[in-house]
């Protein structure tokens, strides 16, 4: 009886894993057919053009307007760090949201609101270290 036992509950779980990787492979087989769709395009456009490289071509596009010197001029990147301290705080407010719909839950206020208060104090302290390197002074 425990063999029969043992092989009903084995049979449910491969249809219960069966079921759960059917309803995947519909994203799945979309995804294939989206990278497909993808390289078949690369590739079609990599047969199909001229090939006619000329001196004229091979030029740095400016709008229309000559280039100047090289191609490969060194830029500087000022507002680097507010982009990342940008990142930082979004990825900050996709952990408050759903923090936010579980708080009101019974059972969860406490033990929630002390998380984001750690999660929160590791922030506070990497913006206080930012600014006293002085990386958030604006030049």
């Not at 249809?15 to 079609?44: E, K, P, R, T």
């Not at 936010?100 to 406490?110: Q, R, S």
Request: proline content about 4%.
């Amino acid at each position: 009886m425990r063999e029969t036992l043992g092989d009903s509950s084995f049979a449910a779980a491969n249809v219960v894993a069966a079921d759960y990787f059917q309803s995947y492979s519909v994203v799945g087989l979309l995804a294939v057919i989206g990278v497909l769709f993808v390289a078949v395009a690369f590739g079609a456009g990599r047969l199909l053009r001229p090939v006619v490289p000329t001196p004229e071509k091979l030029l740095t596009y400016e709008c229309g307007v000559d280039p100047v010197g090289e191609g490969w001029a060194h830029t500087q990147v000022r507002y680097y760090v507010y982009a990342f301290l940008y990142v930082i705080f979004a990825v900050d407010s996709i952990f408050l949201f759903p923090w936010a719909t579980v708080f009101a839950a019974p059972g969860y206020g406490a033990t929630t609101l002390v998380e984001m208060f750690i999660f929160l104090g590791f922030l506070a302290v990497g913006l206080l270290y930012a600014y006293k390197k002085g990386v958030l002074a604006w030049t």
